[in-house]
């Protein structure tokens, strides 16, 4: 069980357009979900956590007009780069937890997507 | 904000060693997470520590909470080449302010072994 999906795992786009990046978990009800940004041989970055039926909490530094986030539903998060720059270009992951099924859940992560802005 | 730090940063060893890599963290956390991940992979959960002084086994691993809760080790037995990868410890906050739901990285610890 708990499993998460991303896609696409990757994706290339020309720069000033954006993208949407989908996280969904397979089986079972994501009530919080966790974007991170990873850069080559460096560590994961929060970004950004979402609760289902609110609005995502950004870390700081993090633009919140960039980096869209919608909690879609208890099973899927998309982010959203918009107007993607070349600088954008990253690994980034999800990541989705249960709170209803236990005290104390961990997270899982997606495979992760590779954006390249050219 | 919280920080974690992992020590050490890589390692290099031989076939059949053991290891062990340490986390330490400016505060506390509810949870302590180990995770593995390999190139263009997400984290693959390890092993998940809830309790201050919890010892917990993953077959070949072995992780422990520490006392003060702002601490974490990971050991591994008897490493094999399949055991390569970047290692990371995580802290997991939980409250009922959804600010105050995260999960932190360490800067992570990468283990390359040699046959």
């Known amino acids: 069980g708990a499993v998460v999906s991303q896609h696409p795992s990757r994706v290339i786009c020309k720069s000033g357009t954006s993208v949407k990046i989908e996280c969904r978990s397979l089986?079972?009800?994501?009530?919080?979900m966790f974007w991170y940004r990873q850069f080559p041989k460096k560590s994961l970055m929060l970004m950004a956590t979402s609760n289902e039926g609110s609005k995502a909490t950004y870390e700081q530094g993090v633009e919140k007009d960039k980096f869209l986030i919608n909690h879609a539903s208890l099973t899927l998060s998309t982010l959203t780069v918009t107007s993607a720059h070349p600088e954008d270009s990253s690994f980034y992951i999800c990541?989705?937890?249960?709170?209803?099924?236990?005290?104390?859940?961990?997270?899982?992560f997606g495979q992760g997507t590779r954006l390249t802005v050219v | 904000g919280q920080q974690l730090n992992q020590s050490p940063q890589s390692m290099f060893i031989q076939e059949g060693e053991d290891v062990s890599m340490n986390c330490t963290s400016s505060?506390?956390?509810?949870?302590w997470l180990w995770y593995k991940q390999e190139p263009g992979e997400g984290p693959v959960l390890l092993i998940a520590?809830?309790?201050?002084?919890e010892l917990t086994s993953n077959g070949r691993l072995t992780a422990q909470f520490g006392i003060t809760r702002k601490d974490s080790f990971l050991n591994i037995s008897a490493s094999i080449p399949s055991d390569v990868g970047i290692y990371f410890c995580a802290g997991q906050l939980f409250g009922s302010s959804p600010s105050y739901d995260k999960v932190i990285f360490g800067p992570g610890t990468s283990l390359s072994v040699i046959p």
């Open positions: 520590l809830y309790k201050a002084g």
């Open positions: 089986d079972f009800q994501a009530t919080t």
């Open positions: 990541s989705a937890r249960d709170l209803g099924r236990a005290p104390w859940t961990e997270a899982f």
């Open positions: 505060s506390i956390f509810n949870t």
